[in-house]
């Protein structure tokens, strides 16, 4: 069994930065993806980025590309999503989850794990 732990979200103005953590525990993840995930009010939930853990290999959505980073600290178990240039879209529960896609990493069907998701709120 996995467990996820998010934190990290909280209220930004627009343009500001922010970032997530998920800390994972329960057994080795050397051959898991950490994805992010979120949601917003009325709006199904959509892949941000992802991350393989024993590469780094890092994934991202085109909206978020070049304004958020993922990295990892093995030591701790735990990926950070950094979040840069904040905008009001990007208002949403952040879910971290964790699965072994070899390909379709943006599809949360493939991710079994899931954390409890944690509120980030941009304001304009």
């Known amino acids: 069994q996995v467990q996820l732990v998010e934190s990290g979200g909280g209220l930004v103005q627009a343009g500001g930065s922010l970032s997530l953590s998920c800390a994972a525990s329960?057994?080795?993840?050397?051959?898991?993806?950490i994805g992010w995930f979120r949601q917003a009010p009325g709006k199904e939930r959509e892949f941000v980025a992802a991350i393989r853990w024993n590469t780094g290999t890092t994934y991202y959505a085109v909206s978020v590309k070049d304004r958020f980073t993922l990295s990892r600290d093995n030591a701790k178990s735990t990926v950070y999503l950094h979040m840069t240039t904040l905008k009001p879209e990007d208002t949403a529960v952040y879910y971290c989850?964790?699965?072994?896609?070899?390909?379709?990493?943006?599809?949360?069907?493939?991710?079994?794990?899931w954390g409890q998701g944690t509120q980030v709120t941009v304001s304009s």
């Open positions: 989850a964790a699965g072994t896609p070899l390909t379709r990493y943006y599809s949360e069907s493939l991710y079994p794990y």
């Open positions: 329960g057994r080795t993840f050397s051959s898991y993806v």
